[in-house]
């Protein structure tokens, strides 16, 4: 283990913020049961109390101890087949966690990364870590240690471990009642979740807002190939891959590449909406929504 991670393991502990890797995106980070450092992370981005934070755990006895219920057969059979991986289960908290990290909620969305640095720096902190994305609210999510720095600076502490490899938030389901409920769209399939826990015979999330993950740059979601009425002729022109996963992995890389060339608009041609495009929709719709 190196001394940059033993560095950001420290600062976790003692109340700070840490910006590190996951599979999805880069996380801004700070100790899940300390309410001043998750206070921080608020501050820090001009996120609104009233969004809650996902609480990244290293393992599944990690995870228990932050569960008010006890730990039903359709979370297990869940966190066994994605975890590490991004799916976010929502279900009842235990009072350790401050309301802060939940927006006063009964509920605490949780999960297991799949990135190697997340979990070397959470087991080496020894503590759960509460984690939005690393950028300013409602702007683009970063998907390399540059997109945070170049957000918020040099002060805060960045672990690199390169381009997120899935480029898109976490899927996030409710199990707090009877059945599950999707509450954002990822790239595991919800169809897929519900299979799973078919097999057994068995708004209380982050990225809601209706306006999410915009870059500065206006976006324009159009169903044709060329400019949308009234914004003139396209000048530059982004060719995205034709598959949902390698479109997911680039698109907030794609789209802060475009912020930084400085023009009036950008225009998105919508993909289809069906499958795992559905995420991605989801995620465009919100980054073009109203100003």
Same mark, same amino acid.
């Not at 799973?196 to 993950?213: K, L, N, S, W």
């Given at each position: 283990?190196?001394?940059?991670?033993?560095?950001?393991?420290?600062?976790?502990?003692?109340?700070?913020?840490?910006?590190?890797?996951?599979?999805?995106?880069?996380?801004?980070?700070?100790?899940?049961?300390?309410?001043?450092?998750?206070?921080?992370?608020?501050?820090?981005?001009?996120?609104?109390?009233?969004?809650?934070?996902?609480?990244?755990?290293?393992?599944?006895?990690?995870?228990?101890?932050?569960?008010?219920?006890?730990?039903?057969?359709?979370?297990?059979?869940?966190?066994?087949?994605?975890?590490?991986?991004?799916?976010?289960?929502?279900?009842?908290?235990?009072?350790?966690?401050?309301?802060?990290?939940?927006?006063?909620?009964?509920?605490?969305?949780?999960?297991?990364?799949?990135?190697?640095?997340?979990?070397?720096?959470?087991?080496?902190?020894?503590?759960?870590?509460?984690?939005?994305?690393?950028?300013?609210?409602?702007?683009?999510?970063?998907?390399?240690?540059?997109?945070?720095?170049?957000?918020?600076?040099?002060?805060?502490?960045?672990?690199?471990?390169?381009?997120?490899?899935?480029?898109?938030?976490?899927?996030?389901?409710?199990?707090?009642?009877?059945?599950?409920?999707?509450?954002?769209?990822?790239?595991?399939?919800?169809?897929?979740?519900?299979?799973?826990?078919?097999?057994?015979?068995?708004?209380?999330?982050?990225?809601?807002?209706?306006?999410?993950?915009?870059?500065?740059?206006?976006?324009?979601?159009?169903?044709?190939?060329?400019?949308?009425?009234?914004?003139?002729?396209?000048?530059?022109? %982004?060719?995205?891959? =034709?598959?949902? *996963?390698?479109?997911? +992995?680039?698109?907030?890389?794609? &789209?802060? /590449?475009?912020?930084? #060339?400085?023009?009036?608009?950008? %225009?998105?041609?919508? =993909?289809?909406? *069906?499958?795992?495009? +559905?995420?991605?929709?989801?995620? &465009?719709? /919100?980054?073009?929504? #109203?100003?």
């Amino acid at each position: 283990m190196n001394d940059e991670l033993r560095q950001a393991a420290r600062i976790i502990r003692e109340g700070g913020l840490v910006a590190f890797p996951t599979e999805t995106v880069y996380g801004l980070g700070a100790n899940a049961l300390d309410a001043g450092a998750v206070e921080r992370i608020f501050a820090l981005k001009g996120r609104p109390a009233t969004s809650p934070l996902i609480v990244h755990v290293s393992s599944l006895g990690m995870c228990r101890n932050l569960v008010a219920a006890e730990w039903s057969d359709t979370a297990d059979r869940l966190a066994r087949q994605y975890w590490p991986g991004p799916l976010t289960l929502v279900l009842p908290k235990r009072g350790q966690i401050p309301d802060i990290v939940t927006a006063g909620l009964p509920t605490v969305g949780v999960r297991i990364p799949a990135h190697p640095l997340a979990l070397e720096l959470i087991r080496e902190a020894g503590v759960p870590i509460a984690a939005p994305s690393a950028n300013r609210f409602t702007q683009l999510s970063p998907t390399t240690a540059s997109h945070v720095r170049e957000a918020f600076g040099p002060d805060l502490m960045v672990l690199d471990g390169g381009p997120c490899p899935v480029g898109i938030e976490s899927t996030v389901v409710s199990l707090a009642g009877p059945e599950p409920v999707l509450l954002r769209p990822g790239m595991i399939a919800f169809d897929n979740i519900r299979q799973v826990v078919a097999e057994e015979g068995a708004h209380p999330a982050p990225g809601m807002h209706d306006r999410h993950y915009s870059p500065r740059t206006p976006l324009i979601l159009t169903d044709r190939d060329e400019a949308p009425e009234g914004h003139g002729a396209f000048v530059s022109l %982004a060719t995205m891959p =034709p598959d949902p *996963t390698t479109y997911a +992995a680039v698109l907030y890389a794609t &789209l802060h /590449r475009l912020d930084r #060339e400085g023009w009036d608009w950008i %225009a998105v041609e919508r =993909p289809p909406a *069906t499958g795992p495009w +559905a995420a991605i929709v989801d995620r &465009l719709k /919100r980054a073009s929504a #109203e100003r």
